[in-house]
């Protein structure tokens, strides 16, 4: 269901209205969005703009988690904290780990000899077993901030497998997702089904010992055709026993959705590699906006192209940080009268805690203010 939230969002007309948060909450921050008193005096002359910001939109709880772990290493164990791929897909969030004394390496080989005491944190995408194992060979100290939804269906995959079954998984070729779960059994167990086309033509050894799972971040809708067509083909095709596309991908799919049709351009705050955020993009223009775009930061804004609009959805992907979200209202506040209207679609209460070994360490909101702002 959508509860649009504008100025009077929680229950009072007046400007002095009160969130019992504190401050805290996503409604209080979108509330500061829209009440700058600086911006007010220079509106007069801007064109009139509504922007449909998702809520849910943005860092959802396994990339949260996969960020805290390498801010955290960071305060126990001091830098270099090597990080394994990109930790979550975000070329702001790396670099902002970076500045703190991350070190981003693809594989383990990369990390010095005399550097195998530093921690190396695995991302949150997931890996194949031979990445563990190899730390362990090589003596190495890892963190794996493996999100725990990704890791549960490496279970589904694993349970697949043990009940006999080929396992076809659903996802894109090449995403480090669905290399981490491929590498969770032997070669050859798992048939990659990238689109409707490889369903349609997968030949089975047997068409009766088939069990799916599908990467965590795909277009519900677009997965659910596939998975049509195979149900057709193999009636006896055995289900995962949870759900593998994940909470925050359906819901941020869902706010996009909603908040599309009419909309003159929608934007997905969101890196180009960032298989949730290329979703929003598809749906937000399935569902009826004028035009749809990714953007990374406020400085990719085409601001030639977009021209005259009035409506604007705005959402961000799993990977995305919210003070990218801000600066981007900030660039449309600069051109425009803006008014915030928050689309409230879901309430999501997912916190996902860090492994054991982290947490004797206090996690500030200032460790998080260069992801988050401050809040
Ligand atoms: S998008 Fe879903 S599966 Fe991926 S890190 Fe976030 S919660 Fe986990």
């Known amino acids: 269901m959508l509860a649009h939230v504008g100025l009077t969002g929680w229950g009072s007309s007046g400007k002095d209205a009160q969130c019992p948060c504190a401050g805290n909450c996503e409604q209080s921050k979108d509330k500061m969005l829209q009440t700058r008193p600086a911006e007010a005096a220079t509106t007069k002359t801007k064109p009139p703009l509504t922007i449909r910001l998702c809520q849910p939109r943005g860092f959802c709880a396994g990339v949260d988690r996969a960020i805290q772990i390498v801010v955290l290493a960071l305060k126990k164990y001091g830098a270099p904290v090597y990080v394994r791929h990109e930790i979550v897909h975000n070329r702001y969030v790396v670099e902002g780990l970076q500045n703190l004394g991350a070190v981003f390496i693809e ?3 990369e990390i010095p000899d005399d550097h195998h005491h530093c921690p190396v944190v695995f991302s ?3 890996v194949p077993k031979s990445v563990p194992a190899d730390a362990v060979e090589r003596n190495l100290f890892y963190l794996d901030a493996t999100c725990p939804l990704v890791s549960k ?3 589904q995959a694993i349970r697949h497998h043990r009940h006999g079954r080929h396992v076809l998984l659903i996802g894109h070729a090449g995403h480090p997702e669905v290399i981490g779960t491929m590498g969770q059994l032997p070669e050859g167990a798992v048939t990659l089904i990238d689109t409707e086309d490889d369903a349609r033509t997968f030949v089975p050894a047997d068409p009766e010992a088939l069990g799916f799972v599908t990467q965590t971040t795909l277009s519900v809708e677009d997965t659910a055709h596939i998975l049509e067509a195979l149900q057709e083909r193999f009636p006896a095709m055995q289900a995962p026993a949870a759900e593998s596309i994940c909470y925050a991908t359906t819901n941020r799919q869902e706010a996009v959705k909603e908040t599309a049709p009419g909309a003159d351009l929608y934007l997905v705050v969101g890196a180009p590699n960032s298989s949730n955020s290329r979703r929003l993009v598809e749906v937000a223009e399935r569902a ?3 035009m749809s775009l990714l953007v990374q930061r406020a400085s990719e804004i085409p601001w030639n192209e977009i021209g005259d609009i009035a409506t604007l959805g705005l ?6 940080p919210e003070i990218i979200v801000d600066e981007i209202i900030d660039a449309f506040r600069a051109r425009f009268d803006v008014t ?3 689309a409230v ?5 997912e916190d996902f ?3 054991r070994v982290l947490r004797d360490v206090e996690l500030t909101p200032a460790d998080m203010a260069f992801v988050n702002g401050e809040r």
């Open 107 to 109: 594989e383990l080989s």
């Open 124 to 126: 949150a995408h997931g």
């Open 153 to 155: 269906v490496h279970k």
């Open 288 to 290: 009826g906006a004028r």
């Open 315 to 320: 959402s961000a992907g799993a990977s995305a």
């Open 340 to 342: 915030v209207d928050l």
């Open 345 to 349: 679609t879901a309430t999501e209460t």
């Open 353 to 355: 805690p860090v492994m």
